[in-house]
């Protein structure tokens, strides 16, 4: 008997043939290099679940976007906090989001965008082979949320192989 949680953390489509969304899915699935659609789908569910936040909270403010940000201040500075918002966007920006702001705040992501891995396949080799570390602590798990502050302390890890800039499976040109 497992002691984990056994609930899913996404929604899978509701039509499973459709040639444009699985066309769609596959880009994306490449493009940030991701291992299966399922990761995909925990974005969605995950911007899905920000999106009825700010439609919650603006229903509740009949609309009014003042008194909605007010009283979502919380929900907006953590969507601020995780680099979805910047400092300047309020809770209707929430709205206009699609699953690529939520792909780009995953850790291999950010990894491939600061040139430590040449593409993000590679940047997912890395953190699963302990080669990547956040804020000095080894990090392996490749879908977890950067914060803002954390971008800066991504590096390879000192102990690591990939530490000496002139190890082979380095990004070009890259210079730390």
Do not use: C
Request: hydrophobic share 35%.
């Amino acid at each position: 008997m497992t002691t984990g949680n056994a609930t899913k953390r996404y929604e899978t489509p509701n039509h499973p043939f459709q040639g444009e969304r699985i066309a769609e899915e596959a880009g994306l699935v490449d493009r940030y290099g991701l291992e299966s659609k399922e990761e995909l789908w925990r974005a969605q569910s995950r911007l899905r679940d920000f999106r009825r936040e700010a439609r919650r909270l603006l229903g509740a403010a009949q609309g009014d976007v003042e008194a909605a940000n007010e009283r979502g201040e919380e929900f907006v500075a953590r969507l601020r906090k995780i680099g979805i918002l910047n400092e300047n966007d309020d809770i209707t920006e929430v709205l206009g989001l699609d699953e690529t702001d939520v792909l780009e705040r995953r850790l291999q992501t950010v990894v491939y965008r600061q040139g430590l891995a040449s593409t993000p396949q590679q940047a997912r080799q890395f953190l699963v082979h302990g080669h990547v570390t956040v804020d000095g602590a080894r990090v392996t798990e490749p879908s977890k949320f950067v914060t803002v502050s954390e971008e800066d302390t991504i590096e390879f890890d000192e102990n690591s192989v990939l530490a000496d800039e002139l190890h082979p499976a380095r990004a070009e040109g890259q210079d730390e």
